[in-house]
């Protein structure tokens, strides 16, 4: 009868094994809400899996290919290559082909001193306003002797007082003519007064 008995216990024990093993060890939803309700915690949910292979990090696979365009280092897929900017050059001053202009105010040039032979030096100055000669004067002429005294006075009355310097100044005459017993005198009057003409 004890025999019965433990063949009998023995069969529902292995029974139960079975069952048990096919099951799996994933907790039914029952017996999770039990465990809810015993420990006050919700039940961790199973991780699954990934499914496929595991891809390491940083590391081609086996067998890929090297193309630059392709691997990490190169630009992804879709992305344009940056061309780079043009960088943008200041214009060169160009030369203006406009006449600078002249100073408006009257100024004071001075011509060079030029030395008549065996009298002197004379020295004139001109007064300019823009570009057009105003007025001419002689600041220095030889009056050491009563002969230079008297060609330098000729001179200065020729012209200066008659004006002649003045029009052959502002080009109203072609010409200014030497002064008749004062060559060398009036040479080198003329030849200061080019020198101031040429400054405007």
């Known amino acids: ?12 024990a292995g029974t139960t094994l079975l069952v048990v093993l096919k ?7 029952v017996a999770g809400a039990a465990r809810t309700e015993a420990t006050g915690r919700p039940a961790a949910a199973p ?14 696979p086996t067998g890929a290919a090297t193309d ?11 992305s344009r290559p940056t061309r780079p900017r043009a960088t943008a050059h200041a214009p ?21 001193v030029v030395k008549a032979p065996g009298y002197g ?21 030889p009056f050491d002797t009563p002969t230079s005294e008297q060609k330098s006075a ?17 080009g109203r005459s072609a010409r200014l003519d030497a002064v008749s ?11 200061s007064l080019q020198s101031a003409l040429d400054q405007r």
Do not use: C, D, W
């Not at 009868?1 to 529902?12: E, I, N, S």
């Not at 001053?93 to 001075?110: D, E, N, V």
């Not at 020295?123 to 220095?140: L, P, Y």
């Not at 000729?154 to 502002?170: D, H, M, N, P, W």
């Open 1 to 12: 009868m004890r025999r019965v008995l433990f063949a009998v216990a023995g069969l529902a």
């Open 23 to 29: 099951t799996g060890p994933a907790a039914t939803p």
């Open 47 to 60: 991780t699954a899996a990934a499914p496929g292979p595991a891809r390491a990090t940083g590391a081609a």
């Open 68 to 78: 630059p365009g392709r691997s990490g280092t190169g630009p992804s897929a879709g």
């Open 92 to 112: 060169a001053p160009g030369r203006s082909s406009a006449a600078p202009k002249a100073p408006t105010g009257p100024r004071t040039l001075y011509g060079s």
């Open 121 to 141: 030096n004379v020295q004139v100055q001109i007064t300019v306003s823009g570009r057009t000669v105003t007025a001419v004067k002689a600041i220095e002429l």
């Open 154 to 170: 000729s001179v200065r009355q020729r012209y200066e007082t008659k004006g002649e310097a003045l029009a052959y100044a502002t």
């Open 181 to 191: 017993g004062a060559t060398e005198t009036s040479a080198a009057y003329r030849g």
